[in-house]
């Protein structure tokens, strides 16, 4: 009898102790899916603020831009008018001296053309491609020159027409002159600049660079912004950073 009892009661406890394993293991299970959301919550609200500060740099950043364009146009603004005052008195000097030749609106024309030449810069550059790098023989005529841009084009797929085609710049031997292409259309020049980062792969141009033809002030504020592109990326080295349309942006 003593030995019934105990084994009964060995059973009891063992019961229990297999009634408690899956009790605890049915709670483990109900409650993880709670553990792994309040993990991901975290991991979310971290992001957030990441991205949030991220935004307000990029703010700052566009004000700063938005900031440095005033500036550059009400320089240019009052380059113009300082200009234009100085050769209307000149003009009215003349006339009230009386000197016919002087007289007619041709000179203010041409003080008004001289005024808009900073601003504009050798007029239109919409159409005007810019290669950086491309290697300049000894002596090297234009045709030369031209012969080696279409090899480069060719070499992207691209064949457009170049209506003119020269070095600018003075001649260094320890660089090569950067070419300056002005093509038929505005197309065209799109056409070659979307496909310039195929240039790195290639054996002969991992060195050569296509870029618009741009203003001082336009090549100011590229560089300030690829240097602050290079200062997220060193800072962020997790994140992706490039640049569209003149932004920062960031995945």
Same mark, same amino acid.
């Given at each position: 009898?003593?030995?019934?009892?105990?084994?009964?009661?060995?059973? &009891?406890?063992?019961?229990?102790?297999?009634?408690?394993?899956?009790?605890? /293991?049915?709670?483990?299970?109900?409650? $993880?899916?709670?553990?792994?959301?309040?993990?991901?919550?975290?991991?979310?609200?971290?992001?957030?603020?990441?991205?949030?500060? $991220? %935004?307000?740099?990029?703010?700052?950043?566009?004000?700063?831009?938005? /900031?440095? @364009? =005033?500036?550059? %146009?009400?320089? %240019? +603004? /009052?380059?113009?008018?300082? #200009?234009?005052?100085?050769? !209307?008195?000149?003009?009215?000097?003349?006339?009230?001296?009386?000197?016919?030749?002087?007289?007619?609106?041709?000179?203010?024309?041409?003080?008004?053309? *001289?005024?808009?030449?900073?601003? #504009?810069?050798?007029?239109?550059?919409?159409?005007?491609?810019?290669?950086?790098? !491309?290697?300049?023989?000894?002596?090297?005529?234009?045709?030369?020159?031209?012969?080696?841009? @279409?090899?480069?084009? #060719?070499?992207?797929?691209?064949?457009?027409?170049?209506?003119?085609?020269?070095?600018?710049?003075?001649?260094?031997?320890?660089?090569?002159?950067?070419? @300056?292409?002005? !093509?038929?259309?505005?197309?065209?020049?799109?056409?070659?600049?979307?496909?310039?980062?195929?240039?790195?792969?290639?054996?002969?141009? *991992?060195?050569?660079?296509?870029?618009? =033809?741009?203003?001082?002030?336009?090549?100011?504020?590229?560089?300030?912004?690829? @240097? +602050?592109?290079?200062?997220?990326? &060193? =800072?962020?080295? &997790?994140?992706?950073?490039?640049?569209?349309?003149?932004?920062? &942006?960031?995945?």
């Amino acid at each position: 009898k003593q030995w019934y009892q105990r084994r009964v009661r060995g059973l &009891k406890k063992e019961s229990m102790a297999k009634l408690l394993e899956d009790t605890c /293991s049915l709670v483990f299970k109900s409650l $993880l899916p709670g553990i792994k959301q309040l993990h991901r919550n975290d991991r979310s609200i971290k992001l957030t603020e990441e991205l949030s500060e $991220l %935004q307000r740099e990029l703010i700052r950043l566009q004000k700063e831009v938005i /900031s440095l @364009k =005033d500036e550059i %146009q009400q320089a %240019q +603004t /009052s380059s113009i008018s300082t #200009t234009v005052e100085r050769e !209307l008195k000149s003009y009215a000097t003349v006339l009230s001296q009386n000197c016919s030749a002087a007289i007619g609106p041709k000179r203010l024309q041409a003080a008004m053309k *001289r005024a808009s030449t900073p601003v #504009t810069e050798e007029g239109d550059r919409s159409k005007n491609l810019m290669i950086f790098g !491309l290697s300049e023989a000894a002596v090297e005529d234009q045709a030369g020159t031209l012969r080696q841009v @279409k090899k480069l084009f #060719t070499e992207i797929g691209e064949e457009p027409t170049a209506v003119t085609c020269k070095r600018v710049g003075e001649r260094k031997d320890s660089s090569n002159r950067p070419i @300056k292409v002005s !093509l038929e259309s505005r197309e065209a020049l799109l056409a070659l600049l979307k496909k310039a980062k195929q240039l790195r792969t290639t054996e002969h141009y *991992r060195q050569v660079y296509l870029s618009p =033809d741009r203003t001082l002030a336009e090549r100011e504020e590229c560089r300030r912004l690829y @240097k +602050t592109l290079k200062e997220l990326r &060193k =800072d962020n080295p &997790k994140r992706k950073y490039w640049i569209r349309e003149g932004v920062i &942006k960031c995945d």
